[in-house]
T-cell receptor
Framework: DQQVKQNSPSLSVQEGRISILNCDYT??????FLWYKKYPAEGPTFLIS?????DKNEDGRFTVFLNKSAKHLSLHIVPSQPGDSAVYFC??????????FGAGTTVTVRA | DVKVTQSSRYLVKRTGEKVFLECVQD?????MFWYRQDPGLGLRLIYF???????EKGDIPEGYSVSREKKERFSLILESASTNQTSMYLC????????????FGPGTRLTVT
């Protein structure tokens, strides 16, 4: 049973606008969350992370928000650029090195 | 820069064949992982290793085994390949000691016919 869920398989957004990717989890023991980005024919690359003691982490155009009570996190990309077109995976960990991944959301940024 | 390399980008094997997938990392990382990626299922952990000669089962170990004889190398073995093992296989490494970020190789697209 998947403990990390990305319910939107795809997202299309206009260049320059905001992309919002959502992720829900069921395991309340998760204490660290990560987002990975994957281009076709490449391995995933780490994008941004957040610890459960925080509710927001920002890195340039990327911001991750964590709502522990709702067991929900989101990734905001502002402004979206064509190079952001990729598959985004949400992942979570319970205080160890094993990660549980969501199914991924494919983002397409339209010019 | 961390580099994780995988021995093949594409592989076609027949049902029943023994298949070896090799992964090498060059950053002296403690932990190494094998995942498979399937549409709609994301990345699922097959096996991981936290030290040389040490291994632990992940979420879907059935039909697979692993070997880690040297710190930098982690091999995934399909003892008798089956068509339901057609997938994208991804290797990753991680420094260990509470550091969660994993570094991935480019993947091996395995087709079993």
């Amino acid at each position: 049973d998947q403990q990390v869920k990305q319910n939107s398989p795809s997202l299309s957004v206009q260049e320059g606008r905001i992309s919002i990717l959502n992720c829900d989890y069921t395991n309340s023991m998760f204490d660290y969350f990560l987002w990975y980005k994957k281009y076709p024919a490449e391995g995933p690359t780490f994008l941004i992370s957040i610890s459960s003691i925080k509710d927001k982490n920002e890195d340039g155009r990327f911001t991750v928000f964590l709502n522990k009570s709702a067991k929900h996190l989101s990734l905001h990309i502002v402004p979206s650029q064509p190079g952001d077109s990729a598959v985004y995976f949400c992942a979570a960990s319970v205080n160890d090195y094993k990660l549980s991944f969501g199914a991924g959301t494919t983002v397409t940024v339209r010019a | 820069d961390v580099k994780v390399t995988q021995s093949s980008r594409y592989l076609v094997k027949r049902t029943g064949e023994k298949v070896f997938l090799e992964c090498v990392q060059d950053m002296d990382h403690e932990n190494m992982f094998w995942y498979r990626q399937d549409p709609g299922l994301g990345l699922r952990l097959i096996y991981f290793s936290y030290d040389v000669k040490m291994k632990e089962k992940g979420d879907i170990p059935e039909g697979y085994s692993v070997s880690r004889e040297k710190k930098e190398r982690f091999s995934l073995i399909l003892e008798s390949a089956s068509t339901n093992q057609t997938s994208m296989y991804l290797c990753a490494s991680e420094p260990g000691q509470g550091f969660y970020e994993q570094y991935f190789g480019p993947g091996t697209r395995l087709t079993v016919t």
